[in-house]
């Protein structure tokens, strides 16, 4: 098996560089069997009825991969949570639930996008159950898409404003809550991204792989060859 997971890339008009990456590397990565994306593909997403120009270039992008042969498996992020079924169509792939066990390197491993660890984050918890529950995202959905667009610019400027009035150690994982989803879930192995401090963390017997997130400069990737895992970063021209 040789599976690439990424998450983090913030896909936006404001992006180009990194756009560019991800176009370069669906086209160097010609004998994947499978492309694990872990949320926050997009800075942000309004519905799957985006037809904004970035939205219509990602699926057509993502659907020729898919067409060469690679599965193309996404979960939703704290940016893009809006994600449904209709875009796991569009680019003929699977939509993940929010928390997914899959056998990776010889395993069952828990994939996430990694929100739900930060719970010392309460202010953000506490959003992040509204904006997921089912009435809320029909009620949005009602709206045209501008509307829903400008609403997306307001949640992100609050973000932005939030985060730097918090300590960095909130908006990390809480160990607690690792440890707890990897009983839940029965396996001693975690992938997820979301904080954007890649590394390879021991947890007990087991290990916490984080994703880098990527920017101008940078990009990241977990690849999966077979029983081996390797955390690797590139350099984004």
């Known amino acids: 098996m040789h599976r690439l997971f990424i998450s983090d890339l913030h896909l936006s008009e404001d992006t180009p560089a990194i756009e560019a990456a991800l176009v370069a590397l669906l086209a160097r990565e010609q004998e994947l069997d499978a492309l694990i994306i872990l949320g926050d593909f997009f800075e942000a997403w309004v519905g799957d009825d985006d037809d904004a120009p970035l939205a219509d270039r990602v699926r057509s992008q993502l659907f020729e991969f898919s067409r060469r042969g690679c599965e193309i498996f996404v979960a939703r992020g704290n940016r893009d949570?809006?994600?449904?079924?209709?875009f796991a169509s569009d680019i003929d792939g699977t939509l993940l639930q929010d928390e997914t066990v899959m056998e990776v390197a010889g395993r069952p491993t828990l994939l996430l996008h990694g929100d739900t660890l930060c719970t010392d984050d309460v202010d953000y918890q506490q959003f992040r159950a509204l904006v997921h529950d089912p009435a809320w995202q029909t009620e949005m959905m009602a709206k045209p898409l501008e509307a829903r667009r400008e609403l997306a610019r307001?949640?992100?400027?609050?973000?932005?404003?939030?985060?730097?009035?918090?300590?960095?150690?909130?908006m990390d994982v809480n160990q607690a809550a690792v440890e707890q989803q990897l009983q839940a879930a029965s396996v001693d192995r975690i992938v997820h991204g979301h904080t954007h401090r890649p590394a390879r963390h021991a947890v007990g017997s087991g290990e916490r792989i984080v994703l880098g997130d990527w920017t101008a400069e940078k990009g990241w990737y977990l690849r999966e060859r077979g029983n081996d895992l390797s955390l690797n970063s590139f350099a984004i021209d």
Do not use: H, T, Y
Request: charged share 25%; glycine share 4%; net charge negative.
């Open 81 to 86: 949570f809006m994600l449904g079924e209709q």
């Open 154 to 170: 307001q949640l992100r400027a609050m973000s932005v404003d939030a985060a730097s009035n918090k300590p960095e150690d909130i």
